[in-house]
């Protein structure tokens, strides 16, 4: 099982997150696909993978491991380039 690389923005994301009243948790460590953010606001809780929107689209697709993970997952979760994106995800947009 391996770790993942953080993208640049996330610590940017979580700590914006934060400000608004969400309670974030980093899944990066648990690897093996497994999203970055679990992130709880207003009663819901979010599956958010991170990608940074800043990189090439290339840069920017899920890894093997990740698509797998997001296929057998029997619920959502949001991929967010941005603040922007997450606040789309938690209904602000």
């Not at 993208?7 to 940017?12: A, G, K, R, S």
């Not at 990740?66 to 057998?72: R, T």
Request: hydrophobic share 45%.
């Amino acid at each position: 099982m391996r770790a993942k690389k953080v993208d640049l923005n996330q610590m940017e994301i979580v700590a914006t997150l934060r400000k608004i009243g969400a309670t974030v948790q980093s899944l990066a460590s648990v690897g093996n696909g497994c999203p970055d953010l679990l992130v709880g606001f207003n009663g819901i809780n979010y599956l958010m993978e991170i990608k940074d929107g800043d990189k090439m689209p290339s840069a920017q697709k899920l890894t093997p491991d990740q698509v797998k993970w997001h296929i057998e997952w029997r619920g959502e979760v949001h991929i967010v380039r941005s603040i922007y994106d997450a606040f789309e995800v938690l209904g602000f947009a």
